[in-house]
T-cell receptor, first 113, second 112 residues
Framework: GDSVTQMEGPVTLSEEAFLTINCTYT??????LFWYVQYPGEGLQLLLK?????DKGSNKGFEATYRKETTSFHLEKGSVQVSDSAVYFC????????????FGKGTKLSVKP | DGGITQSPKYLFRKEGQNVTLSCEQN?????MYWYRQDPGQGLRLIYY???????QKGDIAEGYSVSREKKESFPLTVTSAQKNPTAFYLC???????????FGNGTRLTVT
């Protein structure tokens, strides 16, 4: 079945460092891809999404490009802030299962001042 | 403002007791979901409902039950048959299949 694999954390960076969190997927069709963020003690919030190949999702300085040839959707940010400390989840929409989302295991990011 | 409300935020129960977690949304979304989150395991789907009076099992439905009598409400009951009920439970909703999920702030259940 469809699946999502994302890099294991935790990831620790200094403020203003460049961030990459890798995400690859396995899917039989053409899923939509998402990045969600979870701050401590809260639910998940949608960060960005892409619905077809070569689409770039972006929000709050974060970007991710839907790469069909490498089945990837890596999350990047040029200069992280302490407030970006959170857990990041990559997800795909499984069209074969009524569009239910399949999540990666999450990557915890800590940004130090 | 529209959103999803989960209550309570923290819940404590003794082993062998059933417990019901509340989830209410005022987003007019058709579909609602329950996920369980455990450290290092991401989110796992328990039950979902695409429409009132209908719901389907997710990947880990054993030991759980749900109802969907109203569009706004999707309560989850954790029964005594659930072997490891202590976890963080998240409720979510969305308008349609290609729409993003909106999440509540979760209920942390501890069973001792």
């Amino acid at each position: 079945g469809d699946s999502v694999t994302q890099m294991e954390g935790p990831v620790t960076l200094s403020e203003e460092a460049f961030l990459t969190i890798n995400c690859t997927y396995t899917a039989t069709g053409y899923p939509s891809l998402f990045w969600y963020v979870q701050y401590p003690g809260e639910g998940l919030q949608l960060l960005l999404k892409a619905t077809k190949a070569d689409d770039k999702g972006s929000n709050k300085g974060f970007e991710a490009t839907y790469r069909k040839e490498t089945t990837s959707f890596h999350l990047e940010k040029g200069s992280v802030q302490v407030s970006d400390s959170a857990v990041y989840f990559c997800a795909l929409s499984d069209r074969g299962s009524q569009g239910n989302l399949i999540f990666g295991k999450g990557t915890k990011l800590s940004v130090k001042p | 403002d529209g959103g999803i409300t989960q209550s309570p935020k923290y819940l404590f129960r003794k082993e062998g007791q059933n417990v019901t977690l509340s989830c209410e949304q005022n987003l007019n979304h058709d579909a609602m979901y329950w996920y369980r989150q455990d450290p290092g395991q991401g989110l796992r789907l328990i039950y979902y409902s695409q429409i009132v009076n209908d719901f389907q099992k997710g990947d880990i439905a054993e030991g759980y039950s749900v109802s969907r009598e109203k569009k706004e409400s999707f309560p989850l009951t954790v029964t005594s048959a659930q072997k490891n009920p202590t976890a963080f439970y998240l409720c979510a909703s969305r308008k349609g299949m290609d729409s993003p999920l909106h999440f509540g702030n979760g209920t942390r259940l501890t069973v001792t």
